[in-house]
């Protein structure tokens, strides 16, 4: 099993609608969660962190955490075509406080 | 405005090579650390560094080494280069352990 899973995409979703991505984790007592959101041929770059269960809203975007399923969300509310890229799951596992374990990322295409 | 700055964007090096990638972060972060980047297998950690002279294995340290000899420089090492080394390589650095991370704009390698 992967530390950290995400499904590969790509995820297509219409203008205007919501965008929902998904990632679990394997370390039950990881306590810090990223999105990185990556453009093709551009590096990361962090769009939410979570470390507590329940949501967090950063203007269209809700990060939503539950430790007790191992499962965190990425909402993207009234998708626009730039937020056309990958998006990185990223955890900070118990196991080890001084490594990021990333997911292979879902790619996302909104279509106009 | 933060920066995280790797020496080439591009770089093409025959088998048997040794290899230099460099990294300069002018935000006085104490981490850096360097990834490798796969289609289908997101970013994975090589190395990291939290102080001067101060380096760890991440999860595929093998074939690199580091080099931290100033804070804001953290170089990676190809001793021989294979073609298996061929990939997009990161360097990211952070102010503290599960701080958000400030990537720099990638090396893509090719070896031939």
């Known amino acids: 099993q992967k530390e950290v899973e995400q499904n590969s995409g790509p995820l297509s979703v219409p203008e205007g609608a919501i965008a929902s991505l998904n990632c679990t984790y394997s370390?039950?007592?990881?306590?810090?969660f990223f999105w990185y959101r990556q453009y093709s041929g551009k590096s990361p770059e962090l769009i939410m962190f979570?470390?507590?269960?329940g949501d967090k809203e950063d203007g269209r975007f809700t990060a939503q955490l539950n430790k007790a399923s191992q499962y965190v969300s990425l909402l993207i509310r009234d998708s626009q075509p730039s937020d056309s890229a990958t998006y990185l799951c990223a955890v900070l596992p118990y196991s080890s406080a001084s490594k990021i374990i990333f997911g292979s990322g879902t790619r996302l295409s909104i279509r106009p | 405005d933060v920066k995280v700055t790797q020496s080439s964007r591009y770089l093409v090096k025959r088998t048997g090579e040794k290899v230099f990638l460099e990294c300069v972060q002018d935000m006085d972060h104490e981490n850096m650390f360097w990834y490798r980047q796969d289609p289908g297998l997101g970013l994975r950690l090589i190395y990291f560094s939290y102080d001067v002279k101060m380096k760890e294995k991440g999860d595929i340290p093998e074939g690199y080494s580091v080099s931290r000899e100033k804070k804001e420089r953290f170089s990676l090492i190809l001793e021989s280069a294979s073609t298996n080394q061929t990939s997009m390589y990161l360097c990211?650095?952070?102010?503290?352990?599960?701080?958000?991370?400030?990537f720099g704009s990638g090396t893509q390698l090719s070896v031939l």
């Open positions: 979570i470390y507590s269960n």
């Open positions: 990211a650095s952070s102010a503290g352990w599960g701080e958000k991370l400030f």
């Open positions: 370390d039950r007592g990881s306590q810090s």
